[in-house]
């Protein structure tokens, strides 16, 4: 990706292909001059030296004499437009052609045809947003889903900004508490109470653990949250993924071990983006084709953030299913991941016995063959979804982010050791001077290479 530069940029802003309208961005310090040239006031009363900010005009477009199209322009002036600069956003009907002959117009006139995502990295080098935020922008525009869509709005709108700005006052704090003891060092002055200041690092430990935790959950609302469907053999898994993904996915037989490889299918229920897992059953066989696909759902059932134990209802529990809940039980445990309980084939005389096991996991008795009470199921999904997507939770969705906060998670335990075995306070000071930087990094405070800039910025659609 080339280097951004200062040239007045122009670009499609709208979706690729014909609709009914479509917006063409200007942006750069003679982005008003360019369009003076081939935009025709409809109001003969109006100068373009008079046109106010963020008002609409009427105009006709000219590329040299030839009429192109009758259109609506904005003209935003800088510095409170999207990018800081000056900036035109003309509408035109949505023929590609049109589009076409105005930004070739327009580059004819002046302007440089504009790189994925320039937009969008002006406004963050005039300081209209910081990295953070510019990387939401495109979350938001990928996003497909309410929830997804809540996620990156919420990033955008300075979310985990915010929250690195706390962290990092509380480091600055704790940095000018030991730099100060340096500059009285000769004085033998404590400035700091070791024992609060280590209680202090403790707390904020925490926060950056939760933060770093929570990227597994606010990269599956991006990507779908995956459910693993999980069981016996011929207990009514893949009846149960093909009821609640409302069509015959899997393919379903009285003949156990049927499935013998995970099956995959995304749903969207109340805004919220589920990627279902069928998988093999889990039992002891000596086939080897089906022994592979249940080390694939053992591989699944890891991944998964929610596991639907299926079992049949109308049968007596079995040690087979003992074992099996123990050993889903300790995978979730200490873990957000969710188990719930699906007794199936409900329609038959329900095992009662189960309702013991109701008051640690959500026990739903479903008939997955006449689709009965699988709504219960969809409920307890968003439910779960929901309640870890509070309106003021922050959660991690970006890969960069988190990676830079594992790096904060590792110093941070390094400077709560230094602090433990009485390490020098300049020493100390080294490491908390490191996690700033880390800190710096995410939001671009601090300078970042034009390399990883372009990685970045270059993920955007032209025109963003």
């Known amino acids: 990706m080339k280097n951004f530069d200062d040239h007045t940029i122009c670009a499609i802003s709208t979706a690729s292909g014909v609709g009914g309208i479509a917006v063409v961005r200007v942006s750069g310090s003679c ?47 800088a510095p409170k437009s999207y990018t800081g600069e000056d900036v035109v956003e003309i509408s035109c009907h949505g023929s590609m052609f049109i589009q076409q002959k105005i930004v070739e117009t327009l580059i004819h006139k002046g302007c440089r045809a504009a790189q994925p995502g320039e937009f969008t990295m002006r406004a963050f080098l005039n300081g209209k947003m910081d990295l953070a935020q510019a990387e939401a922008v495109a979350d938001v525009i990928a996003s497909q889903t309410e929830a997804a869509h809540q996620l990156a709005f919420r990033q955008m709108r300075g979310g985990i900004s915010d929250k690195i700005k706390n962290l990092r006052e509380e480091l600055l704090n704790l940095a ?13 002055v404590e400035f700091a109470d070791r024992t609060s200041l280590l209680k202090n690092l403790h707390d904020l430990k925490i926060e950056v653990t939760t933060l770093t935790n929570s990227f597994s959950f606010g990269n599956a609302i991006k990507r779908g949250i995956p459910v693993a469907i999980v069981g016996e053999p011929n207990v009514g898994k893949s009846t149960l993924l093909n009821a609640l993904l409302q069509e015959e996915k899997a393919i379903v037989s009285e003949i156990p071990g049927t499935t013998r490889d995970v099956i995959e299918d995304t749903y969207n229920i109340d805004g919220v983006l589920f ?5 093999a059953g889990l039992r002891s066989t000596q086939d080897q084709i089906e022994q592979m696909g249940i080390e694939r759902t053992r591989k699944k059932m890891d991944e998964a953030q929610i596991i639907l134990f299926v079992f049949d209802g109308s049968e007596k529990l079995t040690t087979e299913f003992e074992n ?35 008051d640690s996991h959500p026990l739903i008795f479903v008939s997955a063959k006449e689709k009965k009470n699988i709504h219960q199921i969809a409920e307890q999904l968003v439910g779960f979804v929901k309640a870890h997507t509070a309106q003021d939770e922050i959660l991690l969705s970006n890969a960069r982010h988190y990676e830079a906060f594992q790096r904060i998670l590792k110093s941070i335990e390094q400077i709560e050791n230094a602090f433990q075995t009485q390490l020098s306070s300049d020493l100390i000071t080294i490491d908390i001077r490191a996690v700033l930087r880390e800190l710096d990094g995410i939001t671009g405070v601090s300078v970042v290479a034009d390399d990883i800039l372009g990685v970045i910025f270059g993920k955007f659609c032209i025109g963003k």
């Open 31 to 77: 982005a008003v001059e360019i369009c003076t040239q081939v935009l025709r006031l409809k109001n003969k009363d109006l100068q373009f030296e008079t046109l106010q900010s963020h008002q609409v005009y009427y105009a006709d477009f000219y590329d040299e004499g030839l009429l192109v199209d009758d259109v609506l322009f904005s003209i935003f002036k």
């Open 176 to 188: 000018a508490l030991l730099e100060l003891e340096l500059d009285f060092s000769e004085e033998d």
């Open 275 to 279: 990627r279902f897992i069928d998988t």
């Open 324 to 358: 099996t809940l123990k050993e889903l039980e300790q995978l979730v445990a200490g873990t957000d991941k969710k188990l719930i309980l699906i007794a199936n084939k409900s329609d038959k005389n329900t095992e009662t016995s189960i309702n013991k096991y109701a």
